[in-house]
């Protein structure tokens, strides 16, 4: 299994939006609607940011939000803040019942 | 409050065996699908394994299929990981993670992970 595309770094300054992308295939992010988004910040562990393409989990701040187009889903940022600098990671289920990452979006604010 | 700590980790050389424990508490762990996810030093995210709640359905990803074993004690609220036949290849942070009852995704709560380094 493949990983997911991500591009490798982004960056914006405080107060724009930025869009990570994650590229798939039929047999993982097109699909099913089960792709999740997770921020990492350096020496710490993943937290969830978006789940089900869309979904915002309690707590986590609707500046972030998630869409999904055929093959490739979408996260993105809006009015950009020091503390979202992190890596940011996409996952989905695949049709091999696994489960598969992208390589990771280092985010860096400038 | 959700906790879920790895023990079990460390130094082993190349061909040699681990396990890796996870202790979860503040939630009821036997109602939860559990999983590790693994991340070697300076790289992305990498999913190993999963297992339902009684135990009866596990995945594994192609790269460990063979090597590793998970298993569960919900008696003791444990999650566990057997890794055979290490390679360098395996070093990694190792966490785990839970999703819902019913679902392989998304990953709610995680772990701080605990550190696996083959060296020869």
């Known amino acids: 299994q493949s990983a997911l595309t991500q591009p490798a770094s982004v960056s914006g300054s405080p107060g724009q939006s930025i869009t990570i992308s994650c590229t798939g295939t039929?047999?993982?992010?097109?699909?099913?609607?089960?792709v999740s988004w997770y921020q990492q910040h350096p020496g710490k562990a993943p937290k969830l940011i978006i789940s089900?393409?869309?979904k915002r989990p309690s707590g986590v701040s609707n500046r972030f939000s998630g869409s999904k187009s055929g093959d490739t889903a979408s996260l993105t940022i809006s009015g950009l803040q020091a503390d979202d600098e992190a890596d940011y990671y996409c996952?989905?289920?695949?049709?091999?019942?696994?489960?598969?990452f992208g390589g990771g979006t280092k985010l860096t604010v400038l | 409050e959700v906790q879920l700590v790895e023990s079990g980790g460390g130094l082993v050389q190349p061909g040699g065996s681990l396990r890796l424990s996870c202790a979860a508490s503040?939630?009821?762990?036997?109602?939860?699908?559990m999983h590790w996810v693994r991340q070697a030093p300076g790289k992305g995210l990498v999913w190993v394994s999963g297992?339902?709640?009684?135990?009866?359905?596990?995945n594994y990803a192609d790269s460990v299929k063979g090597r590793f074993t998970i298993s569960r004690d919900n008696a003791k609220n444990t999650l566990f990981l057997q890794i055979n036949s290490l390679r360098d290849e395996d070093t990694a942070v190792y966490y785990c993670?839970?999703?819902?009852?019913?679902?392989?995704?998304?990953?709610?709560?995680w772990g701080q992970g605990t550190l696996v380094t083959v060296f020869s």
């Open positions: 993670a839970t999703t819902p009852t019913n679902s392989w995704t998304p990953f709610q709560y």
């Open positions: 503040g939630f009821t762990f036997s109602t939860y699908r």
């Open positions: 297992i339902v709640t009684n135990g009866d359905i596990k």
């Open positions: 039929t047999r993982d992010v097109g699909h099913y609607d089960l």
């Open positions: 089900d393409v869309t």
């Open positions: 996952c989905s289920y695949t049709t091999s019942a696994t489960l598969v």
